[in-house]
């Protein structure tokens, strides 16, 4: 029997969840990123972590924020060669309570203050 899927750690949901190119591929089923995908990227790309300061963050291994990341990589690419529309949404995830984007402290935040963090079932 396999172990149940954890949940991840994201600090804000994003702002954007629909993405629509302007020229081709509307024919397309649309690519589906999930929340803790969209949160890898975010954090490896846009913050800069590698990938054990994001697997902390996330509260996850560094093994699983790699297959997260690479299975975010592909749909985004996938978008951005072939067109389409692109929505953010879904995926098992816990969000952090102070819901500050980016604030780099929402894991000392959650654990040291003693907050309890809202569990999300991933439907945006």
Do not use: W
């Not at 149940?4 to 024919?27: D, I, N, Q, T, Y």
């Amino acid at each position: 029997m396999p172990r149940p899927c954890k949940r991840r750690r994201v600090c804000a949901l994003p702002e954007r969840r629909h993405f629509c190119s302007v020229e081709g591929g509307a024919c397309q089923e649309p690519i589906r990123l999930t929340v803790d995908e969209f949160e890898s990227i975010r954090l490896m790309d846009l913050e800069g972590l590698n990938q054990a300061d994001c697997a902390q963050q996330m509260e996850v291994s560094r093994a699983t924020v790699q297959a997260i990341y690479g299975t975010a990589r592909t749909k985004v690419a996938r978008f951005l060669t072939l067109g389409g529309s692109l929505t953010i949404g879904g995926g098992e995830f816990i969000l952090c309570p102070s819901g500050n984007p980016g604030c780099g402290h929402c894991y000392r935040h959650c654990h040291k203050g003693g907050n309890s963090c809202e569990k999300n079932r991933g439907d945006l």
